[in-house]
């Protein structure tokens, strides 16, 4: 079982450039997540989505972008990336009703 | 605002003893989620807390929930090495459909 997938899992990028992070599961989930970790901060949510093409902010959505045209894919855009997205990026899904969130391998991202 | 607190943030103990991790939060909610993390790992669900006064165990771990006191409690029993990693609480609510996570217990077991 895949599970929540996330790629890729090492990204180094500089200060301006664009990226996305890829997110995606196979367990016909509803609801997907972005969160960020920054040391000491335990985690942070930046966008999630209760459905495809339905989308909303968290706590910390400030230079991020996301878009869900499918069930299974949730990509987190970068659009002009800065030093302090510098971060461990993880992505989660659950279905509603369902507790249990289930969480991807992570994305460590560095922005020089 | 929904605030989740976590205390100690830092843990250092001796195998074979018992300890307990508070996590406090601001608002009222019924559900609450204990997570554990490995360094360079994602993050493994523990406990889910639905209600007042729920009670979960697993193995060495136990986890509490007193809505009205709005705590949680994580208790470790005859603590082993095995059970070294950060712990975060975990609350639903806050305005978005998401979890508030507390900043987590590094917890150390030692021989």
């Known amino acids: 079982n895949a599970g929540v997938t996330q790629t890729p899992k090492f990204q180094v990028l500089k200060t301006g450039q664009s990226m996305t992070l890829q997110c995606a599961q196979d367990?016909?989930?509803?609801?997907m997540s972005w969160y960020r970790q920054d040391p000491g901060m335990g985690l942070r949510l930046i966008h999630y989505s209760v459905g495809a093409g339905i989308t909303d902010q968290g706590e910390v959505p400030n230079g991020y972008n996301v878009s869900r045209s499918t069930t299974e894919d949730f990509p987190l855009r970068l659009l002009s990336a800065a030093p302090s997205q510098t971060s461990v990026y993880f992505c989660a899904s659950r279905n509603r009703g369902v507790e249990k969130l289930f969480f991807g391998s992570g994305t460590q991202l560095s922005v020089l | 605002e929904l605030k989740v607190e976590q205390n100690p943030l830092f843990l250092s103990m001796q195998e074979g003893k018992n300890y307990t991790i508070y996590c406090n939060y601001s608002t009222t909610s019924d559900r609450l989620y204990w997570y554990r993390q490995d360094p360079g790992k994602s993050l493994e669900s523990l406990f889910v807390?639905?209600?007042?006064?729920a009670v979960k165990q697993e193995g060495r771990l136990m986890a509490s929930l007193d809505t009205k006191a709005r705590l949680s409690t994580l208790h470790i029993t005859a603590a082993v090495h095995d059970l070294s990693a950060t712990y975060f609480c975990a609350v639903e609510g806050g305005g978005a459909d998401g979890l508030t996570f507390g900043k987590g217990t590094h917890l150390i077991i030692q021989p």
């Open positions: 807390l639905l209600s007042n006064g």
């Open positions: 367990m016909n989930h509803e609801y």
